[in-house]
């Protein structure tokens, strides 16, 4: 049996089940008489997670307490979930992408290694000047993406009826993303003509396999 196999049929579970949560979660914010079904898939996939890290950590019984006491509150504050669940939604969406931001901008600082020189240098191994700073470039470039994505977030909610902000946050982050990729490929052709460029398919598989810390 081919083992690429497993792994392609877990990658399409894990997309399939990404679009369903944003069409769901699109509905709750769209269609009134929802927010019951809003205020669980905006903080059931957080509970669900704080549980997981939780019971992996060294100090396991503390955080599972602690985790214990956080559904607790969330149980006597319900009514109050169901009114400000796109809150939550809001927290959730820009928080991904402002760690995304700094986690890339962090590596930027004096005597750190940019993020896009770890990834590549995963796929190739040692680098030319050229290639270093260059993915020194698109690691700002990544940093400056995610940073915008944050604040659009922001304000698409604060200025734009809801509905609006869920399209934007649940259908167009992502295509908005992929774009990304796309372009810095199509730019990495024009400026390193003589390196070898991988695949987007090969760096998203990089990028999944984490960089050296």
Not at 33 to 51: D, M, T, Y
Not at 93 to 113: D, H, Q
Not at 170 to 186: Q, R
């Amino acid at each position: 049996m081919n083992r690429g196999v497993p792994r392609i049929a877990r990658n399409v579970a894990i997309g399939a089940g990404l679009v369903v949560y944003a069409v769901f979660a699109h509905v709750s914010i769209s269609v009134p008489g929802n927010e019951a079904l809003g205020a669980i898939l905006a903080a059931g996939p957080l509970l669900l997670a704080s549980v997981g890290l939780a019971g992996r950590t060294y100090y396991r019984v503390p955080a599972l307490i602690a985790c214990g006491l956080i559904i607790a509150l969330v149980y006597f504050h319900w009514d109050e979930l169901e009114n400000h669940f796109t809150w939550l939604y809001l927290a959730e969406e820009a928080s991904t992408f402002g760690l995304l931001g700094a986690s890339f901008g962090r590596t930027l600082a004096k005597g750190r290694v940019p993020m896009c020189t770890r990834f590549a240098t995963l796929i190739e191994g040692s680098l030319s000047p050229t290639v270093v700073q260059y993915t020194r470039a698109v690691t700002l470039a990544w940093t400056l993406f995610f940073a915008a994505m944050t604040l659009a977030l922001v304000i698409i909610f604060v200025m734009a009826p809801l509905p609006v902000w869920s399209v934007f946050a649940y259908f167009c982050t992502v295509p908005l993303v992929a774009l990304m990729f796309v372009g810095e490929y199509l730019v990495r052709r024009r400026m390193l003509l003589d390196a070898r460029l991988a695949s987007i398919f090969t760096i998203l598989k990089a990028v999944s396999s984490g960089a050296p810390r």
